[in-house]
């Protein structure tokens, strides 16, 4: 049977990238494609340790049926070999890992890569990214970015937060000038501003927590749908607050609290596991 073949292009020299750094961002990539087609990632064996890539470039954008295969490979591959019918041979002399059926869960193909002992899910998957693609985040996740930072949790219910979404590339590079730590705007296709807002808040010291669980819905749901983030802190720092009032034109009535940078992501950090169990104190009957 004759297979719509679709390689892709990522590519990782030995040791560059872990395993599980390579998955993410197959994963992450399979988000993309716009119609089907046979996905392969492939690994390598070499000197007793696995080096994996993902194809070569996108070779082919046939539609196919829904329902396309995507195909989780072992096998061995010349690096130097640029022929895509040798490449092919060479995938079909693979193991088959996985076989995942619909495109479309990709949580379930998530899931098969992630390792066992590991808690899956955003909060588990969330890194800080400092570098993005330069593609457009489209308007329905921005939407669902909104959404999510105001579902938080606030004192007394007061939802103190205001949100400026910045896409305008002139104003974000004003603002990274002035940010040491937020040097990332000036290439990020997007980013919310927090502010607070003053006004007729009924808890008025806790107004930053409410910003806080606000930022942390939106950087978990951005990892939720594949966009990376990263705080940029501003509150409680005069200097970087009075900055971002100046470019922004702020009203006194607000405090600019932090900068959430997001796009989709150039670099894919590798989760990381902070559970430490001598800061958990259990207090049982
Ligand atoms: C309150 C707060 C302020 C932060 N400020 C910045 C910042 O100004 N610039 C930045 O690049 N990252 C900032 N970060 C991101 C942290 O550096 C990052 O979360 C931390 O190193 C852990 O890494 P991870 O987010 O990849 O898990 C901030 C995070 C928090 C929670």
């Known amino acids: 049977m004759k297979r719509n073949m679709m390689l892709m292009g990522l590519w990782a020299r030995e040791g560059e990238k872990t395993p599980q750094?390579?998955?993410?961002?197959?994963?992450?990539?399979l988000e993309?494609?716009?119609?089907?087609?046979?996905?392969?990632?492939?690994?390598?064996?070499?000197?007793?340790?696995?080096?994996?890539?993902?194809?070569?470039?996108?070779?082919?954008?046939?539609?196919?049926?829904?329902?396309?295969?995507?195909?989780?490979?072992?096998?061995?591959?010349?690096?130097?070999?640029?022929?895509?019918?040798?490449?092919?041979?060479?995938?079909?002399s693979g193991e088959v890992l996985y076989?995942?059926?619909e495109q479309g869960d990709n949580r379930h193909l998530k899931k098969l890569l992630w390792k066992d002992d590991q808690?899956?899910?955003?909060?588990?998957?969330?890194?800080?990214?400092?570098?993005?693609?330069?593609?457009?985040?489209?308007?329905?996740?921005?939407?669902?970015?909104?959404?999510?930072?105001?579902?938080?949790?606030?004192?007394?219910?007061?939802?103190p937060w205001e949100i400026i979404v910045l896409e305008n590339?002139?104003?974000?590079?004003?603002?990274?000038?002035?940010?040491?730590?937020?040097?990332?705007?000036?290439h990020a296709p997007l980013c919310f501003i927090m502010l607070g807002n003053m006004d007729n808040l009924k808890s008025p010291l806790r107004w930053p927590q409410d910003l806080a669980a606000a930022t942390q819905n939106v950087l978990l749901e951005a990892t939720e749908i594949g966009l990376g983030s990263v705080w940029v802190s501003l509150y409680p720092d005069e200097q970087r607050m009075g900055h971002v009032?100046?470019?922004?034109?702020?009203?006194?009535?607000?405090?600019?609290?932090?900068i959430i940078a997001l796009g989709y992501p150039q670099e894919f950090p590798a989760p990381v596991d902070r559970f430490d169990r001598s800061k958990v104190h259990r207090i049982k009957e």
């Open 169 to 186: 590339r002139k104003i974000m590079k004003e603002l990274a000038l002035g940010l040491d730590y937020g040097k990332m705007l000036d």
């Open 21 to 29: 750094e390579l998955e993410r961002e197959f994963l992450l990539r």
């Open 245 to 258: 009032r100046e470019v922004m034109d702020v009203e006194e009535s607000l405090i600019p609290f932090n």
């Open 32 to 92: 993309e494609i716009p119609s089907s087609g046979d996905i392969y990632l492939l690994s390598e064996i070499k000197k007793g340790r696995r080096v994996d890539f993902v194809g070569a470039e996108v070779k082919s954008y046939d539609p196919l049926p829904r329902g396309m295969e995507v195909w989780y490979l072992t096998g061995k591959f010349d690096k130097d070999e640029e022929n895509h019918d040798t490449m092919l041979k060479n995938l079909q």
């Open 119 to 159: 808690p899956s899910g955003p909060i588990f998957e969330r890194r800080s990214v400092r570098h993005y693609r330069q593609r457009a985040v489209e308007e329905e996740k921005i939407e669902l970015l909104l959404r999510a930072a105001m579902q938080a949790p606030s004192a007394k219910n007061q939802q």
């Open 99 to 101: 076989r995942v059926q």
